[in-house]
């Protein structure tokens, strides 16, 4: 059979290439990319013309760094975003109505309330019910009692803190590994609900325009939740899939390495944890502050082990000291793997000593970073890292030092949405306070490059798609303006019109009002 011929004419077209940014039209073959021209005249024999009426197109839209099942499990359980205070917090919690055994939630940020979350203050608005709920940034859980009880006081780990009152009881809080180990061991979800959570989220995110994520939550086995959608039904989402460095023994012994998979489902790279976060106090700082959950030492061995066997590391480092770790660990392992071509990564990139910063450049390691973050956090960073601030969400300042800049939600930290993202490292700010450190604001190109140029560079897919060029994956999304000839206050218009996976409408098909 003859492959489908498509035109997009009369609108513009961002290719986010630099040897031809912009072009009237684009034609389409089957799943791929035949050419982005003038006007259609030059384009394939009768083909399905879409007039796009000044709409704007762009490469499908990647999420460098998102938790995806985990997301869609969290948007059915208490959202606890934005709680003002523990009685606000504790109301939300109240009026939810709970799905299965265990009372789930995420969201809370505790730095600012006056009382302080609480096994017992938990207790009194879930009652025999088990309860877990992640903080904001996914290294804190707070449990009730009925949740403590099924430890048995079982909750010290390496790389775990929990915390405890005046007589040694649990409060309820526990951090780092402690957090998710109790989480693996005791909040249990059945296969079934993570395939219709994650199905859910799938639709969602190409709503939002998505259409490739790079997934961190191999720990729970999201590669066999993607695989069951990919097999019944089939995905409209690429997936470059992490799994814990832990693994790597038995990865090796199968002899599976990075990159194995088809065009949606593909293993991707090792994950590693060198400290906590902002938001938990644990970040691992150069004062010696923090949770050093892998010493440089340790990482320096997992990069040469994961080297030998074919696989690219993405490294967790929030705080500056943790950060000098992780690149010390890849500079003084570069002869293992960059003959390699292996593509390295450090997540988050949040707190650096500026004399580290241009490190990552010369290392030829990239920087999956967190536009929305900078908005989000500044008030906890002013606060908790006054003397930090030249190198904290230092964006502006990575591009130009060369580094590679990807980014990503970090959902369900913050909400996945790709557009958003793209307006935090643009504007720098959610509210009508100025932009925060603008020094490290971006252009809107940059923001759209970090979105989609950058992550199929780091999966090793620059040569399949996150341009829109010929012979590349038809993978595009239609919005209803052009975000960079649009005023930086006017963002919040650019709307997903469209979108289109391998040459397919996944989302709102032509025609269009």
Not at 169 to 187: D, H, K, N, Q
Not at 361 to 368: D, T
Request: with cysteine; aromatic share 6%; glycine share 8%.
């Amino acid at each position: 059979t003859s492959l489908r011929r498509v035109i997009l004419d009369n609108g513009v077209v961002r290719t986010m290439d630099p040897s031809l940014p912009t072009a009237g039209a684009l034609a389409i073959a089957g799943d791929r990319i035949a050419g982005a021209v003038g006007t259609h005249e030059h384009a394939l024999p009768t083909p399905e013309r879409v007039d796009l009426r000044g709409r704007c197109v762009i490469p499908g839209l990647a999420d460098a760094h998102v938790h995806f099942p985990t997301w869609s499990l969290a948007r059915r359980d208490v959202r606890l975003d934005g709680a003002a205070s523990l009685a606000e917090a504790l109301d939300r919690v109240r009026a939810h109505r709970r799905r299965g055994a265990w009372v789930r939630g995420t969201g809370w940020r505790d730095a600012a309330w006056a009382e302080k979350p609480h096994r017992a203050a938990l207790d009194e608005v879930t009652g025999e019910a088990p309860a877990a709920l992640w903080s904001k940034d996914y290294h804190s859980l707070w449990l009730n009692s009925a949740a403590l009880e099924r430890a048995r006081g079982d909750l010290d780990v390496e790389g775990g803190v929990v915390e405890r009152d005046a007589r040694g009881e649990p409060t309820g809080i526990l951090r780092e590994e402690s957090a998710w180990r109790f989480r693996e061991r005791f909040v249990t979800v059945s296969e079934d609900e993570w395939v219709s959570a994650t199905r859910e989220g799938i639709r969602l995110a190409n709503e939002r325009g998505v259409t490739s994520i790079h997934d961190k939550d191999g720990w729970l086995g999201a590669h066999a939740i993607f695989g069951r959608i990919h097999e019944r039904e089939g995905l409209t989402l690429r997936v470059w899939q992490s799994l814990p460095h832990e693994k790597l023994p038995e990865l090796a012994a199968l002899g599976l390495r990075s990159r194995l998979g088809d065009e949606f489902l593909r293993l991707g790279y090792l994950k590693a944890f060198m400290d906590g976060t902002l938001g938990s106090q644990t970040a691992w700082l150069t004062d010696g502050s923090g949770v050093v959950i892998t010493s440089g030492e340790q990482l320096a061995e997992i990069v040469r082990a994961a080297a030998a066997a074919g696989w690219p590391l993405a490294v967790h480092a929030i705080g500056d000291a943790a950060n000098r770790a992780a690149l010390d660990a890849f500079e003084s392992t570069r002869a293992a793997w960059e003959p390699l071509g292996l593509r390295h990564r450090v997540e988050h990139c949040q707190c650096l000593d500026p004399a580290d910063l241009p490190r990552f450049a010369s290392l030829g390691v990239a920087c999956s970073v967190q536009f929305s973050h900078a908005p989000s956090d500044r008030d906890l960073a002013e606060r908790f890292w006054p003397e930090r601030l030249e190198g904290a969400y230092a964006f502006r300042s990575l591009l130009a030092s060369g580094a590679v800049v990807a980014n990503g939600s970090d959902a369900p930290v913050e909400e996945l949405d790709p557009l958003a993202g793209v307006r935090a490292g643009v504007r720098r700010t959610l509210d009508e306070r100025p932009a925060w450190r603008p020094q490290e604001t971006l252009t809107v190109e940059q923001a759209l490059a970090a979105s989609t140029t950058a992550p199929a560079w780091l999966a090793g897919d620059e040569r399949r798609r996150g341009r829109l060029l010929p012979g590349l994956l038809a993978d595009l999304v239609v919005l209803s303006r052009d975000p960079v000839a649009c005023p930086l206050d006017e963002l919040e218009s650019v709307e997903v019109v469209a979108v289109m996976v391998g040459g397919r409408w996944v989302v709102n098909p032509p025609p269009w009002d």
